[in-house]
């Protein structure tokens, strides 16, 4: 039911081998072997979730980058690519908790850059989804995980701006003081229901953003999203359709970050999608830029 892109094609022999992880048993393994955050695992207990689901207990190895301190070799024992991870492709049914499979290692991945690189928010992800519905659902369960950690999970809306470049500008205006960085801003979560209008010309901040294909694909024209380092298609084989494909290949285009990784997760994947996938990956030019087919 599950598939992990180049899990079974990988040979012995290959210089860059890439192994996979035993499954997961429960989620409190990966505090230790992993270094989850431990207020994302308390979040994770707080809101009753202690066993991973079946697509959670294969992708949550993959997934969660190593931290920055792994050596080559325990990240090979491990069996992760010691850096940027790989693009990984998911199939699994509706309901088998494929948001979690992938909320919680972008959410590790920023807690992790924030405690080692920089504390400025940097838009590190982006998460598309066919419907708003769904980037609702995805932001307030997102908005849950990231309970008392500083990550900011926003979701697209329209007139929205991002910061230039997709680098996080200081804004004195906006929320600056009025809130800690340790709290999720609460307003945001009301703005969820009024998310036709954003007055404010000053860009929002967020280190992860769900989105439609639409209200993204509106806002980037030919602006890039350089700093952007996951790439999330949730339903993708929906987005890979062809009324969204268009919107779907220029996001995934913006983003050119050489460490760009896309995960794509999927209730049903035919071979086509599949070979679209890799067809698009296999055509990023210098710039990693995808050369759509549209
Ligand atoms: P999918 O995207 O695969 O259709 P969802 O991610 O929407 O599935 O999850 C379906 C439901 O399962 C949600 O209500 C979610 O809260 C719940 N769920 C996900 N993971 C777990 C878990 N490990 N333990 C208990 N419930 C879970
Ligand atoms: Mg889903």
């Given at each position: 039911?599950?598939?992990?892109k180049?899990?079974?094609?990988?040979?012995?022999?290959?210089a860059?081998?890439i192994?996979?992880p035993q499954p997961?048993?429960?989620?409190t393994?990966?505090r230790?072997?992993?270094?989850?955050?431990?207020r994302?695992?308390?979040?994770?207990?707080?809101?009753g979730?202690?066993?991973?689901?079946?697509?959670q207990?294969g992708?949550?190895?993959?997934?969660i980058?190593?931290?920055?301190?792994?050596?080559?070799?325990?990240?090979a024992?491990?069996?992760?690519?010691?850096?940027?991870?790989i693009?990984?492709?998911?199939?699994?049914?509706?309901g088998?908790?494929?948001?979690?499979?992938?909320?919680?290692?972008?959410?590790?991945d920023v807690?992790r850059r924030?405690?080692?690189?920089t504390?400025?928010?940097?838009?590190?992800?982006?998460i598309v989804?066919?419907?708003?519905?769904?980037?609702?659902?995805?932001?307030n369960?997102?908005r849950?995980?990231?309970?008392n950690?500083?990550v900011?999970?926003?979701m697209?809306?329209r007139?929205?701006?991002?910061?230039?470049?997709?680098r996080?500008?200081?804004?004195?205006?906006?929320?600056?003081?009025?809130?800690?960085?340790?709290?999720?801003?609460?307003s945001?979560?009301?703005d969820?229901?009024?998310?036709?209008?954003?007055?404010e010309?000053?860009?929002?901040?967020a280190?992860?953003?769900?989105t439609t294909?639409?209200l993204?694909?509106?806002?980037?024209?030919s602006?890039?999203?350089?700093?952007?380092?996951?790439?999330?298609?949730?339903?993708?084989?929906?987005?890979?359709?062809?009324?969204?494909?268009?919107?779907?290949l220029?996001?995934?285009?913006?983003?050119v970050?050489p460490?760009?990784r896309?995960?794509?997760?999927?209730?049903?994947?035919?071979?086509?999608?599949?070979?679209?996938?890799?067809?698009?990956?296999?055509?990023?030019d210098r710039?990693?830029?995808?050369?759509?087919?549209v």
């Amino acid at each position: 039911k599950k598939k992990k892109k180049d899990a079974p094609t990988v040979k012995p022999k290959d210089a860059k081998k890439i192994l996979f992880p035993q499954p997961l048993v429960s989620f409190t393994q990966l505090r230790a072997a992993w270094k989850l955050s431990p207020r994302l695992e308390d979040n994770l207990a707080d809101q009753g979730y202690r066993i991973p689901t079946e697509v959670q207990l294969g992708s949550l190895p993959v997934l969660i980058r190593p931290e920055k301190a792994i050596s080559t070799t325990a990240a090979a024992e491990l069996g992760i690519e010691p850096e940027d991870g790989i693009h990984f492709l998911a199939v699994a049914p509706t309901g088998s908790g494929k948001t979690l499979a992938f909320l919680i290692p972008v959410i590790n991945d920023v807690l992790r850059r924030r405690a080692e690189i920089t504390k400025d928010r940097v838009l590190e992800t982006i998460i598309v989804v066919p419907t708003r519905e769904l980037a609702e659902q995805i932001t307030n369960e997102g908005r849950k995980l990231t309970k008392n950690t500083g990550v900011k999970i926003v979701m697209m809306k329209r007139g929205m701006r991002l910061p230039a470049e997709g680098r996080m500008e200081s804004e004195d205006n906006e929320e600056s003081n009025s809130e800690s960085e340790d709290s999720n801003d609460s307003s945001d979560g009301s703005d969820l229901d009024a998310n036709e209008q954003v007055k404010e010309a000053t860009p929002t901040r967020a280190d992860i953003l769900v989105t439609t294909p639409l209200l993204l694909g509106n806002f980037l024209k030919s602006r890039t999203l350089p700093t952007v380092r996951s790439l999330i298609l949730d339903e993708g084989d929906v987005l890979l359709e062809q009324r969204f494909l268009e919107q779907t290949l220029q996001i995934w285009s913006a983003c050119v970050n050489p460490s760009l990784r896309l995960r794509c997760f999927s209730a049903t994947m035919g071979a086509h999608i599949e070979e679209l996938i890799s067809n698009q990956l296999s055509k990023r030019d210098r710039d990693n830029r995808v050369i759509p087919l549209v």
